[in-house]
């Protein structure tokens, strides 16, 4: 296990409603970045946070928004949600050397939007 | 822009036998390459990365990949295959370079090992 944690596990909302979902990073990492894994597909790359600040964002809408904390876990957060959306969001923490650093991945939620 | 290839959805081995996942990537500048591994319901696993130096590259469970420039691949290996490698398999690719965060991943080879 890589220590990276998510919760919750599973989530079912409605179509229209917001959703917040949480990761707390590995002991020594700065960094948390969120996926989205649809169904047969690959993640797909959201936002990055380092050191409490956005660090990089994918081909995403606004209403995916995010923080990070002092104590480095993150918080992803929906609003509006889509059809879409279902899927399972993977949170992944590293430690931002400047190099090709590995990021270790939870378990994921799995997001049902219905 | 960053992109991954994994040609094969499915790749059926003996067990026993030697399995390849195969990988391309595309990437402006030099590439930082990794496997991740996927059991049901469950996160990615990392198993290995490629950043510099030996184009071979050594990981977890016996699995191994080699990285290779001109064809812009990087194939996954292992030399006998095991029931329990049975899994999907994600091939990832970064950019090396400051300001470079994003992972790039293929649609992901689903690995079946066959007793």
């Known amino acids: 296990e890589t220590g990276v944690t998510q919760s919750p596990t599973h989530l079912i909302k409605t179509r229209g409603q917001q959703v917040t979902l949480r990761c707390s990073s590995q002991s020594g990492h700065n960094t948390v970045s969120w996926y989205q894994q649809a169904l047969g597909q690959g993640p797909q790359f959201i936002f990055q946070y380092y050191r409490e600040e956005e660090n990089g964002r994918g081909n995403f809408p606004p209403r995916f928004s995010g923080l990070q904390f002092p104590n480095y876990s993150s918080e992803l957060n929906v609003n509006a949600l889509e059809l879409d959306d279902s899927a399972l969001y993977l949170c992944a923490s590293s430690m931002t050397t400047g190099g090709g650093e590995t990021q270790y991945f939870g378990p994921g939620t799995r997001l049902l939007v219905l | 822009a960053q992109s991954v290839a994994q040609p094969e959805d499915q790749v059926n081995v003996a067990e026993g036998n030697p399995l390849t996942v195969k990988c391309t990537y595309s990437v402006s500048g030099n590439p930082y390459l990794f496997w991740y591994v996927q059991y049901p319901n469950r996160g990615l696993q990392f198993l290995l990365k490629y950043i510099t130096g030996d184009n071979l590259v050594k990981g977890s469970y016996g699995f191994e990949a080699e990285f290779n420039k001109s064809q812009t691949s990087f194939h996954l290996k292992k030399p006998s295959a095991l029931v329990s490698d049975s899994a999907l398999y994600f091939c990832?690719?970064?950019?090396?370079?400051?300001?470079?965060?994003?992972?790039?991943f293929g649609k992901g080879t689903k690995l079946s090992v066959i007793p």
């Open positions: 990832a690719v970064r950019v090396s370079g400051a300001g470079s965060y994003q992972l790039t």
